[in-house]
């Protein structure tokens, strides 16, 4: 049987694209439909089948180890394996049907985008404009994939069906099967003039913005779907989704729990013993506090509807605020003593065992969840 390298007229040592590009050439020149003659036939397909096997890269690695060309490493010569059989049966494969060519036009990739948010932007939901690398639609082919004023042109080894015959011998006698075509890819035409631009792609890669808005109550780890806004397909095709994933700052006074809001507010022992109002920064403007007399360290205060929006609502939860009094650590003589009398008028009980608490905040944030 001939050599592979010598029926392409290349060198063992030839690359992937030289192989392609002298199939090519002798396809074109010996192609039954160009030159009808029976030694034209013939050649035509010991080059297809060299071509088969040296342009995939293990069928190559077995050949060159001198294993012959079939999958089984030797004998049976120019039997087309089980792939070839099922392929004659049921239609071609890869997914695509014979006679029918590929599109060119696929649905582009999807994109990922992170995007960090502050805790005020989850209160209400923020508007954003996010910068995207990814690929656009070629301005100057408009997809088509060629230079402006060419079109693709039929292929004409395949006639446009994107699929080429060969008859191979069998254990089931001689079968023809059918495979994509070499020279379009499948494709069923080929670009003799591709876009400049683009190189024969139809799309570019490109920095463009996307106009989000981000709907309050998100979280960190939440991703937001975006159909359409992700890649652009090969050859104009539709576009990917694009997805965006939240990350959510911690805040400097304020937490979340739920769609609530924590925070912790200093009060002093006058204030705490005597009550006072006050006014406090939310993150919505200040709020008016009544912190009522002989509030207890660990007490939590209300305030309705200063929290977070939920994603799929309009409720928004709630500000809670745990109360944590601060004892004064000096004391001057006058104030001691008025401390000292206030205790005896007072009769305070002395020091006793009562329930244990893990510290300020775990007392307070058992109180959170019972409030």
Sequence with gaps: MADHYEVLGVSREATPDEIKKAYRRLARELHPDVNPGADASERFKLVTHAYDVLSDAEQRRRYDMGGGDSPFGGGAQGFGGFSDI??????????????????????????????????????????????????????????????????????????????????????????????????????????????????????????????????????TGLRLQLPGSGEVGPAGGPNGDLYLEVTVTAHDIFSRDGDD????????????????????????????????????????????????????????????????VVTPTRLDAKERALIEDFAKKTKAPAPHLAEFHQGLFAKLRDRFRNS
């Design 86 to 219: 099922f392929e004659t049966f049921f239609g071609g494969g890869g997914g695509q049907r014979a006679g029918r060519p590929r599109s060119r036009r696929e649905r582009g990739q999807d994109a990922l985008v992170r995007v960090t948010l502050d805790l005020k932007d989850v209160v209400f939901g923020v508007h954003r404009e996010i910068d995207v690398d990814t690929a656009v639609l070629c301005e100057t082919c408009e997809g088509s994939c060629c230079q402006p004023g060419t079109s693709p042109v039929t292929c004409d080894i395949c006639h446009g069906s994107g699929q080429v015959q060969r008859t191979v011998r069998s254990l089931l006698g001689n079968v023809v099967t059918s495979q994509p075509c070499n020279v379009c890819q499948g494709y069923g035409t080929t670009i003799p003039y591709p876009c400049g631009t683009c190189q024969g792609q139809g799309r570019v890669r490109s920095r463009r913005t996307v106009s989000l808005d981000i709907p309050a109550g998100v979280e």
């Design 261 to 324: 809001l924590l925070a912790t507010l200093d009060v002093s022992m006058p204030d705490a013993i005597l009550g006072t109002t006050t006014t406090i920064e939310s993150l919505d403007g200040p709020v008016d506090l009544e912190i009522r007399a002989g509030v207890q360290a660990g007490d939590v205060l209300t305030i309705k509807g200063r929290g977070i929006t939920p994603l799929r609502g309009t409720q928004r939860g709630d500000l809670k605020v745990g109360v944590h």
